[in-house]
T-cell receptor
Framework: LAKTTQPISMDSYEGQEVNITCSHN???????ITWYQQFPSQGPRFIIQ???TKVTNEVASLFIPADRKSSTLSLPRVSLSDTAVYYC????????????FGGGTRVLVKP | DTGVSQNPRHKITKRGQNVTFRCDPI?????LYWYRQTLGQGPEFLTY????????KSRLLSDRFSAERPKGSFSTLEIQRTEQGDSAMYLC??????????????FGPGTRLLVL
């Protein structure tokens, strides 16, 4: 199972773009990259998932270079409510469907 | 929209007591998962069910822990003879169960357990 490494914490200001990079050097061919968001005292919430290049939804964008050894979650124009922990996960095609979370990145958005 | 619900939301117990948590998944979701999260850490997988069948258990799930999903709907997680190290947030998640791997899991709000 590919291990992920991401910054422990990041600070930002309202209206800025936040980019969180995750490294996953040992990612396997069938693995996908998935990001979850977790607010205090709540369960994690799925944000975005991708395999390669770029994926965009109404919440975020996910950039994955050709070698897939890293990925970057981009949150455009953050607000105070985006303060949360963001988890990068590598999800194998066949892993018993369990998710393996690391420590996540604590993003603090300041006014 | 009814998401995953968990009860109780908070539980305080004394060491040695038994506790039981309940999870109600999203309706018609076939897969149900339990995770445990300690302060400052990411969630750790405990076990998962496909309908009523428990298909995988983590080594974290000692013999004091038991999970059931008797009719393939709600699930219970019981901890017997609780220890202070069991203090954590217990999270339940569900997914449709229609695909092989890589399904989005929908998490409940969790049950926070404190063992005194």
């Amino acid at each position: 199972l590919a291990k992920t490494t991401q910054p422990i914490s990041m600070d930002s200001y309202e209206g800025q773009e936040v980019n969180i990079t995750c490294s996953h050097n040992n990612i396997a061919t069938n693995d996908y990259i998935t990001w979850y968001q977790q607010f205090p005292s709540q369960g994690p919430r799925f944000i975005i998932q991708g395999y390669k290049t770029k994926v965009t939804n109404e919440v975020a964008s996910l950039f994955i270079p050709a070698d897939r050894k890293s990925s970057t979650l981009s949150l455009p124009r953050v607000s105070l409510s985006d303060t949360a922990v963001y988890y990068c996960l590598v999800v194998p095609k066949a892993a018993g469907n369990k998710l393996t979370f690391g420590g996540g990145t604590r993003v603090l958005v300041k006014p | 929209d009814t998401g995953v619900s968990q009860n109780p939301r908070h539980k305080i117990t004394k060491r040695g007591q038994n506790v039981t948590f309940r999870c109600d998944p999203i309706s018609e979701h076939n897969r149900l998962y339990w995770y445990r999260q300690t302060l400052g850490q990411g969630p750790e997988f405990l076990t998962y069910f496909q309908n009523e069948a428990q298909l995988e258990k983590s080594r974290l799930l000692s013999d004091r822990f038991s999970a059931e999903r008797p009719k393939g709907s709600f699930s219970t997680l019981e901890i017997q003879r609780t220890e202070q190290g069991d203090s954590a947030m217990y999270l339940c998640a569900s997914s449709p169960g229609l695909a092989v791997g890589r399904e989005t899991q929908y998490f409940g709000p969790g049950t926070r357990l404190l063992v005194l």
